[in-house]
């Protein structure tokens, strides 16, 4: 059986802020069988997780292109790859059967042919929404987990910081640090996601980074003795004022540098110097860093899901034709939440 497949691609490399004509949609008729001897899978591609480091895949260049595989660069015309929820339709692979759910590296389309080093796992069924294993219990719940715990070892009553704190990893590293006993501040772009930081997440306080003229002092007024962990998901002025503020032996878990991302120009410099004598550790990671921890992230978060622990902050858009817009607007705040375009239901 044979039926149309549409799939997104870039027009061209972009260098800068992405935006909605970069994206081109294409249709291609597809073929719902397998080439006899095949073990391939084709899987009928139902969410998908929206993510900003695809950014740095779509440049000329980025000196993210030769870190591991899922970071190669992207070639213009060609299908997109990402971390994708989908249901198997057709397998030659006798480890997958037909209506199977598989979580893997497919591409920004309504259906994918998949090589099996491509399917990171089956899901059997869920007492959860599939979407929360993109986020919640997926790669941003492990960037969470990974970067707070593991890179940080906290304290309880240890003073945390979450820079993009009502984004997909944000809220859930805040959420971690309030279980745990923290004290914990987040910031966001606009006063709506601060209210929900602050009355739905439990974050002891949030405030708008847009609406402050001078990040250091509004750091110092937040934490007058110092902040003991940063959480840094964006990079840029809010990582040189975090760590003027950092206390001694302050940890900074670098997860991401959004706005690093769209602006060639932009690059924090912390002052080295309070680095060296405040003994502070910067340390960079990434999430398949810690697919060790994975099993022991994945039963902790479950139990705190069980309990009504955890807020999951989700933000939907729908169908292939919106994955462009989708994407875009993490570069402009529009998402609260993890960002996931659903193409189909279950
Ligand atoms: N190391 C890893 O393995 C790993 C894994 C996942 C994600 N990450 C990184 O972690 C960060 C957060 O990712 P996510 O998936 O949770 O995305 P997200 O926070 O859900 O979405 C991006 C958010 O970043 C904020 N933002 C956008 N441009 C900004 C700018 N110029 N300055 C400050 N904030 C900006 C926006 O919120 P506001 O309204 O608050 O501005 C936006 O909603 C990203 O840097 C990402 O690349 C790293």
Redesign the pocket.
């Known amino acids: 059986m044979e039926v149309t497949n549409k799939y997104i691609v870039i027009k061209k490399h972009i260098e800068d802020a992405p935006k909605e004509s970069h994206f081109e949609i294409k249709t291609e008729p597809f073929s719902l069988s397998l080439e006899p001897g095949s073990d391939n899978v084709i899987v009928k591609n139902l969410c998908i997780s929206?993510?900003?480091?695809l950014i740095?895949r779509m440049k000329s260049y980025s000196a993210s292109h030769k870190s591991i595989s899922i970071t190669a660069p992207l070639t213009p015309g060609e299908a997109i790859d990402a971390i994708i929820i989908g249901k198997v339709v057709a397998s030659g692979n006798a480890k997958f059967g037909k209506d199977d759910l598989v979580l893997g590296v497919f591409t920004w389309a309504e259906y994918s042919v998949v090589k099996e080093q491509n399917i990171i796992r089956k899901l059997e069924s869920s007492e959860f929404p599939l979407t929360y294993h993109l986020g919640i219990l997926g790669?941003?719940g492990?960037?969470a987990y990974a970067?707070f715990f593991e890179i940080c070892k906290p304290q309880k009553g240890e003073k945390v910081f979450v820079?993009?704190?009502?984004?997909?990893?944000?809220?859930i590293v805040g959420q971690y640090a309030k279980l745990l006993g923290c004290y914990v501040v987040g910031?966001?772009?606009?006063q709506k996601?601060v209210a929900l930081l602050k009355e739905k997440l439990g974050f002891d306080d949030a405030f708008n980074?847009?609406e402050e003229r001078d990040l250091n002092s509004t750091l110092k007024r937040y934490f007058p003795d110092g902040i003991d962990i940063y959480f840094d998901?964006?990079?840029?002025e809010?990582l040189e004022a975090a760590v003027a503020n950092m206390k001694a032996f302050g940890r900074v878990s670098?997860?991401?540098?959004?706005?690093?991302?769209?602006?060639a120009e932009k690059r924090a410099s912390p002052n080295m110097i309070d680095v060296v004598y405040k003994r502070i550790t910067i340390r960079?990671?990434?999430?398949?860093?810690f697919l060790n921890v994975f099993a022991e992230f994945s039963t902790k978060t479950l139990d705190y899901l069980r309990n009504g622990q955890l807020e999951v902050i989700e933000?939907k858009s729908l169908g292939v034709e919106s994955i462009p817009s989708a994407f875009v607007?993490?570069?402009?705040?529009?998402?609260?939440?993890?960002?996931v375009v659903v193409l189909a239901e279950e």
């Open positions: 929206i993510d900003p480091y740095n790669f941003s492990l960037s970067g820079s993009a704190a009502s984004g997909s990893v944000g809220n910031c966001a772009g606009s996601k980074y847009k998901n964006v990079g840029g809010m670098v997860c991401g540098v959004i706005s690093e991302y769209t602006d960079g990671f990434l999430a398949t860093d933000d607007g993490l570069f402009n705040g529009d998402n609260v939440g993890k960002k």
